[in-house]
């Protein structure tokens, strides 16, 4: 009987190695890479360029722990999401791009209450939509995602700029055995960091990118395959 | 033999995971429902079309569905005794107040996000602390509920190839006994229709009708087993 449990114990451990190798690498920190390069998938009504001005909307954090939500954990997650947005403003600008991060995430939030609402549901959507867009990426380039053109209020009439959203989903390791497992699997394919242009105006996604290499070198050379135009040039 | 007999368990297991549930919050049982003044909220609906590598939105029939389901929950409620708010707010009414109709379109979407996070772990929920926060209470000068209904739908209207590719899954699974319970594949559309009950003040989930895949005349028969 001793021996069969032995037996069981060896093989379980055979087994959580590869994940564990894999939880190893992928809790090395916030600027790892979560297994595979990024991807990005360009909108093709934008491959004549996307505005090189970028309002931030305050970035989404959601931490899973074992595929249930830890609901207790959202403050810390949204910290995290900050944290994770600076890295990819620091990666744009490094790309060209200008980032106005303080007009909906500065500090104070806006005055006005429809704008504050606005800003709260964009968020919010932008958390559901990022699964489907995960999910079925290629719909993002047959323009098949987006806000309506009810969220014109963000953009305050002015074309030339767009929306960067980020979302930040990723799996909160454990010291729950089975985490070891789940973790391990989950390191490759799960949505994890993404971002997004959208336009104001029609609220339509303009690009998506699954930022799984978050080194920001890395980062950088992918928004730099993004078209861009500047600032008064003609839509 | 035991082949069938296995089938036959594990599609009376599925059944009832299929179909809508009640969850009630501790704080549901406690509260005395006497005063209750419920609002129910303009329902969402997202319609798509499950053809085969794409989806898409059939806008025409969920505008539709949406203007019908709210007024036939309002009516289930009001027959079942509860006091129904007759302020609220309709939806040319949103539409015209961007403030209102940005704070509805929020508060539906985090409705959305938590009822589908309360539905993979429910013994959470049991415990109480699921609340869409403090921004329920910029509702309170549009209306004088105390409680607001959230109903959301999701609908899947299937085609022939996807009938064709689910009978194919089917057989190759199950074998021709799955048929007999796989009610989908000779349906023209499915519903997921689901509702929450919110308090108006905190923002608290009270109860929650997990969505399952019946058609609005079984979500209505769910809500008449509310607890009063």
Known sequence: ?235 | MRKLLILLAGAAALGPALKARVYLSPAWSKAPKDGWVLAVLPATCEMEVAAVGSTGLHRDESQALEARLSASVAQALQSKGWHIADDVFHREEIERNSEIFFLVRYLRERNVTLTERIALAPKAFRSGGSSLGNAVTAVRPYTKASILVFVHVRGFRITTANRILNLAATLYYSGTVGLIFDQELFRGTVFKIGASFVDGETGDILCLVRPGRGGPEAFLKELDKLPH
């Not at chain 1, 090395?28 to 505005?51: K, T």
């Not at chain 1, 980020?166 to 789940?182: A, E, M, Q, R, Y």
């Not at chain 1, 998506?208 to 890395?218: K, M, S, T």
Request: contains cysteine; proline residues 6%.
């Open chain 1, 1 to 235: 009987m001793a021996l069969v449990c032995g037996r069981r114990a060896v093989l379980a451990l055979v087994l959580a190695l590869p994940g564990f190798v894999l939880n190893t690498a992928n809790s090395s920190g916030l600027y790892a890479n979560a297994g595979g390069p990024n991807r990005l998938y360009l909108n093709a009504n934008a491959r004549g360029g996307v505005p090189k001005l970028l309002v931030l909307v305050p970035p989404i954090g959601q931490r899973k722990v074992l595929g249930a939500v830890h609901v207790k954990n959202v403050e810390d997650a949204d910290a995290r999401a900050r944290e994770v947005s600076a890295l990819i403003v620091k990666a744009l600008v490094r790309g060209g791009w200008q980032v106005d991060e303080d007009s909906f995430a500065g500090p104070s939030p806006p005055a006005d209450a429809a704008l504050r609402n606005a800003i709260a549901y964009v968020r919010e959507r932008y958390a559901q939509m990022a699964v489907e867009m995960t999910a079925k990426p290629k719909d993002v380039t047959k323009g098949k995602f987006s806000f309506g053109p009810d969220i014109s209020i963000l953009g305050s009439g002015r074309k030339d700029r767009a929306l960067l959203l980020v979302n930040d989903s990723s799996v909160k390791l454990t010291n729950f055995p089975i985490g070891v497992f789940v973790g391990g699997m989950r390191a490759g394919g799960m949505p994890g960091v993404t971002v997004s242009l959208v336009d104001p105006e029609t609220g339509v996604v303009l690009c998506f990118v699954r930022a799984e290499d978050r080194r920001e070198g890395a980062l950088a050379k992918t928004f730099s395959k993004i078209p861009h135009r500047r600032i008064g040039d003609d839509r």
